[in-house]
């Protein structure tokens, strides 16, 4: 596949697909004689992209020759700023030539996306509030032009081919596993994403680059329906792995089950409080059995070998909610391992960095459904694991 650029200007379609897309985002001349900084992004854009695949610039200028008039000039940045995968922020601040105040505007709203780069010449007026905003939300800065589409390059990676409604999905969302895993489903029923728009991600880690939640409006074709499915938004985070920890007993009521207590800000349990089984989901990709065992150890103070777990499968927690799957799996404990659960009943657990402090809690099944603190999701997990 060649390394190929495409530059779409305002008002005109972009192509039906692409590798990576870039939005240039900034002041442009009001005045005759002042040059435009587009030419130069473009220029570098092209010589830097040097990777296999297709580049769409959007440069929010008309072509030359092309009349201003009878271009939807707000309609088409908005649909450009919302697909592309990095928007380049280049603002070389004039407040006579280039006062750049529909720049502030777009920047405001797109600074904290993850998908934003910022670049300010030192000469430029009045943008100690824009540069003080990227550092405290860790967008890539740089006082040149050349850094700037350096920066932009580097967020956009090897990029990634999408055609049709797939390049409303910019790379922030689609390379993430939980995105794959919700569209193969999708293709796979013989379904067509026909548009999406990326209404917010919640990233944590070094510079906030991991996506941990992530929500699209989308618009789907149904294949077996034959209709378009356009009023629900997609909710999706990294797969989880659960675990069942029980001691048997004679009567299945009687059966013991250990589950954690943690304060969770979604809960709105009698004591706000979520009671679940051990697990959860991290940073690093991992096998979904390492995870079973790590979130155990981490929550409950017990270290299980992998070799105690029993699998029963992966499915959705609450599908008309989020899109993730957990994993699903069961130990059964000693007499022993049960007397040593019981004995740290009053010692918290957690990640040990303060986000997340857990407390173990022993029931019997019987008395686990009459308690109101467990959701239904956990009480299914539960009864799966012991009929299984």
């Known amino acids: 596949m060649p390394s190929e650029i495409v530059v779409v200007h305002a008002g005109e379609p972009p192509p039906q697909e692409w590798d990576a897309s870039v939005f240039l985002a900034g002041p442009v001349p009001r005045e005759q004689g002042v040059p435009s900084w587009h030419p130069e992004a473009i ?25 201003v008039e009878g271009i939807d000039a707000i309609g088409w940045e908005e649909r450009g700023l919302a697909c592309s995968d990095v928007i380049l922020f280049w603002i ?6 280039m006062p750049a105040l529909t720049t502030n505007i777009e920047w405001g709203t797109w600074h904290t996306s993850g998908r934003a ?8 007026a009045n943008n100690g509030y824009p540069l003080e905003q990227a550092r405290s939300s860790s967008v890539p800065l740089a006082d040149t032009l050349e850094g700037t589409v350096g920066n932009a390059l580097d967020l956009i990676g090897a990029g990634a081919r999408r055609s049709g409604g797939e390049r409303d999905v910019p790379l922030l969302v689609w390379n993430t596993p939980s995105f794959q895993r919700w569209y193969c489903v999708q293709c796979d029923a013989g379904n067509t994403l026909v548009s999406a728009r990326v209404e917010w991600t ?31 938004v997609v909710i999706s985070r990294p797969d989880a792995s659960h675990v069942v920890l029980y001691r048997p007993a004679p009567e299945a009521d009687d059966t013991v ?14 004591d706000g409080f979520v009671h679940e089984l051990p697990g959860g989901s991290g940073m690093r990709t991992v096998s979904p059995i390492v995870q079973a065992v790590e979130e155990v150890r981490e929550e409950t103070g017990l270290a299980l070998g992998a070799d105690r777990m029993r699998y029963h499968g992966s499915r959705q927690v609450a599908a008309t909610v989020t ?10 404990i000693t ?17 040990g960095l303060g ?34």
Do not use: C
């Open 355 to 388: 986000s997340e402090r857990t407390w173990v809690e022993i029931s019997t099944y019987k008395e686990l459904r009459a308690h109101p603190g467990p959701d239904w999701a956990t009480l299914g997990m539960i009864a799966q694991a012991l009929t299984d």
């Open 257 to 270: 089950i250990v589950l954690v207590r943690e304060f969770r800000s979604p809960a709105s349990s009698p």
């Open 202 to 232: 919640f990233r944590v880690g070094a510079e906030r680059r991991f996506v941990l939640y992530w929500a699209a409006h989308v618009q789907v074709h149904i294949a077996a329906e034959d209709r378009l499915k356009s009023n629900e």
């Open 43 to 67: 220029r570098l854009l092209g010589q830097r992209w040097a990777r296999p695949g297709r580049l769409v610039v959007f440069a929010p200028e008309p072509r030359e020759g092309v009349a």
């Open 335 to 351: 007499e022993t391992e049960l007397r040593e659960l019981r004995a740290l009943q009053d010692r918290p657990h957690g990640d």
């Open 323 to 332: 899109a993730h799957h957990t994993h699903l799996f069961s130990a059964e």
């Open 92 to 97: 070389p601040r004039d407040m006579a030539t």
């Open 117 to 124: 780069v910022l670049g300010v010449p030192p000469a430029s």
